[in-house]
């Protein structure tokens, strides 16, 4: 079975230090993984993919499959990261996502 | 911008009742899925949908829960009877022929009392 791990429920963190939320998975075959955010009174969408290994806003993430986590990153925290964030596995034949628990992310000026 | 939408946004039913959401995906999507979330969980694939025929419903209660896409573009999620632990957010999304990224909807918050 397919699992996603997110250690922190809540992670509060000063504006400007660096931000790392961990996500760790499980899964026997190579899944394809991503982080979707959810700012305050928006809908979920799509932060970033391991697979397109972009910089999107600032964050960051790498697979790292000997560890079998995605942590997401950014080196200098913003009042509007704010939000709830969700790591997600895609693995198997049906492509519908696997979700961790979310971690809410908060910046403090 | 084409997003999905969902209605009612808000649902408060007693128990025993059926209770029903509506789902329309962006124009053009043939995957949607329905995901339940449950207050501090991620969200929960509960069926998913190529056209109208369902991939993957697995982790749909289907003594109760039932979903459809007839003519393949919107859809619709029935639980029938509801029950207290069924009280969610119901969100639908869909996703393109690239089926890389999943657009979500607002979601359907539903009250069982």
């Known amino acids: 079975a397919q699992r996603v791990t997110q250690p922190e429920k809540l992670l509060s963190v000063f504006k400007g230090a660096p931000v790392e939320l961990k996500c760790n998975y499980s899964y026997s075959g190579s899944p394809e993984l991503f982080w979707y955010v959810q700012y305050s009174r928006q809908r979920l969408q799509l932060l970033l993919r391991h697979i397109s290994r972009e910089s999107i806003k600032g964050f960051t993430a790498d697979l790292n499959k000997g560890e079998t986590s995605f942590h997401l990153k950014k080196p200098f925290a913003q009042e509007e990261d704010s939000a709830m964030y969700y790591c997600a596995l895609k693995g198997g034949g049906a492509d519908g996502l696997t979700f961790g628990k979310g971690t809410h992310l908060i910046i403090q000026p | 911008e084409a997003e999905v939408a969902q209605s009612p946004r808000y649902k408060i039913t007693e128990k025993s009742q059926a209770v029903a959401f509506w789902c329309d995906p962006i124009?053009?999507?043939?995957?949607l899925y329905w995901y339940r979330q449950i207050l501090g969980q991620g969200p929960e694939l509960l069926v998913q949908?190529?056209?109208?025929?369902?991939?993957?419903d697995s982790q749909l209660p289907k003594d109760r829960f039932s979903a459809e896409r007839l003519k393949g573009v919107d859809s619709t999620l029935k639980i029938q009877p509801a029950e207290l632990g069924d009280s969610a957010m119901y969100l639908c999304?869909?996703?393109?022929?690239?089926?890389?990224?999943?657009?979500f909807g607002p979601g359907t918050r539903l009250t069982v009392l």
């Open positions: 949908f190529q056209d109208e025929s369902v991939v993957d």
């Open positions: 124009s053009g999507h043939a995957t």
């Open positions: 999304a869909s996703t393109g022929l690239a089926g890389i990224e999943q657009f």
